[in-house]
C-alpha cells in the first residue's frame, strides 16, 4: 500500500471477535479500511489494515489512544503508523556475528544514500559493537551464552526507537510470529543463496554440494515461512570449479551488501509493492532500479531458435502453402 493511508497493526493471542471489535471503532471514527489482511500462526493473531483517515472525526492523538486502550481491553497490541510518522524512516539493524552487510549499511548512511536513519544495532552476540560504536549508533546485546535471543528484550527495544525498517543483516536467528506479525512487510533479510533455491542454513556449501554452476544471493522480505518471502532483489554469480566454501563467501559477501542495500532503498522510496507473493515496481520504467542481473546480460542470451518460430518452421510453410496453391 502507499504511504498515503495510515497502517494499523494488531498483534495477540487468537480470540474470537477481535477483528469486529477493532473495525467497528474505526467505522465509528469515520474511517474507510483500505486493505486488510490477517493471518494466525502457533497461536499468534496478526490483522494489519491501511485506513483512510484523512476524513476521521478525531484526532491522530485520540484515535491512537482509543486503539491502544481496546487493545488493552482486547488483550492485543496495536500499533498505528499515520502517514506523517513516516516522514523521517528509521532502521533498526539486527546482526550476529559477520560485520560485511552491516558496514555497507553504515557507509551508504553516512554518504547520504540510504534514505533513513540507522537509529539503533541489535545483536544476539557482542562482536559488532565495536562496529557500531565507530558510527556512534547504540548497540544493545540481546543474547544469552549461546546466542539466544531474549524477544522480549527485542520488542521493547523495536518499540522504544519507533523503527519503521527492520534489516536482518546476516542475523542468524529465525524471528518468532510474535515478532514478525507486528512488522509485516517491514522486515529485509539477505540469503546467501538464489531462493527458493538453498534455504537455511550453510547455503554456499549447499550450492557446492549440489553442484551449481551459477549460485547468487537474494534480499527478501521476511515471512512466518523461513526464507519463502517475497523476493525483491538477487544478485548471480559463476561458481569456480575447485571453489570451496570460503571461496563462495568472498564472492558473494560483496553481493549479498549490494542486494541488500538496493532493496532496502526501494522499500525506504516505496518503490515495490507487493502482490500475491511477487514484489514488482511502482514504476515499471524505473531504469535505476536493479532487481535481478544487470540488464546487459540479457543482450549475450540468444533470442533463436524458438519452438514454432524457427527456419525449418517457416520454411515448410511457405512449402505447404505453394503445394495448396498448385492442387
Excluded at 494488531?10 to 471489535?21: F, K, S
Excluded at 559477520?98 to 547520504?112: D, K, V
Excluded at 531504469?287 to 520454411?315: F, H, V
Aim: aromatic share 6%.
Amino acid at each position: 500500500m502507499t504511504s498515503q493511508f495510515t497502517e494499523i497493526n494488531v498483534v495477540g493471542e487468537d480470540e474470537t471477535g477481535l477483528i469486529a471489535e477493532v473495525t467497528s471503532l474505526l467505522f465509528e471514527r469515520g474511517i474507510n479500511i483500505e486493505d486488510l489482511d490477517q493471518a494466525v500462526r502457533e497461536g499468534v493473531f496478526r490483522m494489519t489494515m491501511h485506513v483512510d483517515t484523512g476524513e476521521m472525526v478525531t484526532t491522530e492523538e485520540k484515535l491512537r489512544e482509543d486503539l491502544n486502550d481496546l487493545g488493552a481491553e482486547l488483550g492485543v497490541d496495536v500499533q498505528v503508523r499515520f502517514p506523517s510518522d513516516r516522514e523521517t524512516q528509521s532502521i533498526a539493524v539486527l546482526v550476529t556475528k559477520e560485520s560485511h552487510c552491516l558496514e555497507a549499511i553504515f557507509e551508504a548512511w553516512a554518504s547520504g544514500t540510504l534514505g533513513a536513519d540507522v537509529d539503533v544495532v541489535i545483536g544476539n552476540h557482542p562482536d559488532l559493537r565495536p562496529l557500531a560504536e565507530q558510527y556512534d549508533v547504540p548497540f544493545h546485546h540481546i543474547g544469552d551464552e549461546k546466542g539466544t535471543p531474549d524477544e522480549e528484550h527485542l520488542l521493547e527495544l523495536l518499540a522504544e526507537y519507533n523503527v519503521d525498517l527492520i534489516v536482518l543483516a546476516r542475523y542468524m536467528r529465525i524471528l518468532s510470529p510474535d515478532v514478525v506479525f507486528r512488522y509485516e512487510s517491514r522486515i529485509i533479510n539477505v540469503h546467501p543463496s538464489l531462493l527458493p533455491s538453498f534455504p537455511g542454513a550453510a547455503a554456499y556449501m549447499q550450492a557446492i554440494e549440489e553442484g551449481v554452476r551459477i549460485a547468487g544471493v537474494t534480499a527478501h522480505y521476511v515471512t512466518t515461512d523461513l526464507d519463502q518471502g517475497p523476493i525483491i532483489t538477487q544478485r548471480a554469480f559463476n561458481v569456480p570449479d575447485d571453489a570451496d566454501e570460503g571461496a563462495l563467501q568472498e564472492i558473494g559477501q560483496p553481493l549479498e551488501a549490494e542486494a541488500l542495500l538496493e532493496a532496502m532503498r526501494l522499500h525506504l522510496d516505496d518503490a515495490v509493492t507487493v502482490h500475491r507473493g511477487r514484489t514488482t515496481l511502482r514504476d515499471p520504467d524505473d531504469t535505476e532500479a536493479q532487481l535481478g542481473a544487470p540488464t546487459a546480460l540479457d543482450k549475450n542470451n540468444p533470442d533463436r531458435p524458438i519452438d514454432g518460430l524457427g527456419d525449418y518452421i517457416a520454411d515448410q510453410d511457405e512449402t505447404d502453402e505453394a503445394e495448396a496453391s498448385d492442387d
